[in-house]
């Protein structure tokens, strides 16, 4: 497949956007390939069939630049890469599995699209989920909208926001505030330009630029029936939570880790189904309490950062 | 249901955008209400039976402030039902129905989302589908998102691109041009501010403002076995298929009108479908040949506008 040439600072011509939508139809072909008798890129609408049977779970998420990526920092390869696993990740917090998207990119003359479409054709791979459609405009910014569509294995009931219950016992699902220390290091004075050795560490920069959505902790979770939680919470955020390299206010603060916040009456057996599943073991932030929107870190007041609203 | 000050000229404070999340998830709450089970606005991501069973049908479409939509000809409830109606309409060209839909708002600070998603909520009622989910955020300029998802009654095939055959009568389901028109007569000199009698037809300024998708007639030429077409096309556009007000060039090259184009080897069977569906009889405006990708109007070159590349 050759990539159009997309990075010309000239605006788009109607044959450039022709070369690229058949650059984003091969790019996305797959693997993983569509079922036989689904339709992908090429006609009015997609044509699929989830995974699973059952309720079709959909879930959507906006990029923007300058207020979600940044691109001194990430690479267009990486804003596309983000903008799969942020959405994928909506699912994963329910316990199920993505197999279809979409993609919609509203892009700056000369923004080169195709290697977005890398980035999202990767993250898409990792996660076994196949692009089938999308839309392309102009825009004075980026923005790019990603529609994950998923399915959940099994009969165990969805993760849900408000199952969890007073004196469940709250974990997530790594260590928080890579994504957020990624960031700080990877805009500081001494990265660009240097030549010599990156002095951010690997795992902090691909927390950043790189985010996986939690597929498999999810799907452990709901196997043994944690629930996201909308309860009070009394947080007890130890040093064990806080990635190494993170600052504790990056921890709490970040927001774009993409770790899983899970609420269980039983956090042996959700270790345990962890541990089955080769996954790292969940760690400890907090209780659950009576008290719904009442949240304590350690006894005080919770700074008010990282807490996004979504409809 | 109680709209929130989201007319503010200020940046939007966190408040505000837990005000405007409630808001949308009672704004959406239906008629159509969800099927017992699902799961719409308040968890991670949407859980959703589609009406009939068989694939899942996928669409999204962006509207750009500047590119697909000008605020002085548009309110916000206008730019709401369009986002809405336009990806709809892409299930509507496949012969399908759309049951539920996903709507993404990256919005100026003091843009009135609110107006904005009672355009949408409208425009989801009239088409018998739930909004499930979505996402928002800031941005410099306004960027709507909206995926509908579907499915197809019946067992008949969907409507292709590829299926039409040379020989094929090429029908429209609706005169043409008429959003062009619309957008011409209400960006005039003459209608802001006038205080006097409005000089733009309402069928053009609802044309453009408030299009419709084409559900109905979809569904009637999916029955018959008619199909959308990627063939040659040699074009006869007579004067029946431009609409009152509108230019020929309008009719040619407007885009923006959501009729269904169909191919038919039977085009007599199509009109009866029509008919009896109580629909308006599609319009002759050519004949598919068999040179892939050769347009023609009356025997000369065809002009380039209007020709949309999407994936």
């Given amino acids: ?43 009015d609408a997609a044509a699929v069939t989830p995974a699973h049977p059952g309720p079709v779970l959909l879930a959507t998420d906006l990029v923007v630049e300058g207020v979600h990526v940044d691109r001194a920092v990430s690479s267009p390869e990486d804003i596309g890469w983000k903008a799969l696993m942020v959405a994928v990740s909506d699912l994963a917090a329910m316990g199920a599995d993505a197999s279809h998207a979409l993609l919609s990119v509203a892009a700056p003359p000369g923004f080169p699209v195709a290697r977005l479409a890398d980035g999202v054709a990767e993250a898409a791979a990792a ?5 089938v459609g999308g839309d392309l405009s102009g825009s004075p910014v980026l923005v790019v909208s990603v529609t994950a569509v998923g399915s959940a294995p099994g009969d ?15 974990v997530v699902t790594g260590p928080l505030g890579r994504s957020a220390a990624g960031m700080r290091l990877l805009g500081g004075p001494s990265t660009p330009g240097t030549g010599g050795e990156d002095p951010v560490p690997p795992e902090l920069a691909t927390a950043h630029r790189r985010p996986v959505a939690r597929l498999a902790e999810g799907r452990a979770a709901r196997r043994v ?37 899970l609420a ?43 807490w996004r609203h979504r409809f």
């Fill in 127 to 131: 996660c076994g989920c196949t692009v």
């Fill in 264 to 306: 269980t009456g039983d956090p042996d057996a959700l270790a345990a189904a962890f541990a089955a599943a080769g996954l790292r073991p969940p760690i400890r932030i907090g209780t659950c309490t009576d008290h719904p929107g009442a949240f304590t870190l350690d006894g005080g007041p919770l700074p008010q950062e990282g």
């Fill in 225 to 261: 029936g944690a629930e996201a939680s909308d309860v009070g919470l009394e947080l007890t955020v130890g040093e064990d939570a806080v990635a190494a390299g993170a600052t504790r206010d990056e921890a709490l603060g970040g927001g774009e880790d993409y770790e899983l916040v």
């Fill in 1 to 43: 497949v050759r990539r159009p040439n997309s990075e010309s600072p000239a605006e788009r011509t109607d044959e450039d956007e022709f070369a690229l939508v058949e650059y984003l139809r091969e790019r996305f072909a797959g693997p993983p390939a569509l079922a036989p008798g689904d339709l992908g890129i090429g006609d």
């Fill in 156 to 170: 165990a009931p969805l993760l849900r926001r408000d199952g969890a219950r007073p004196g469940d016992v709250l």
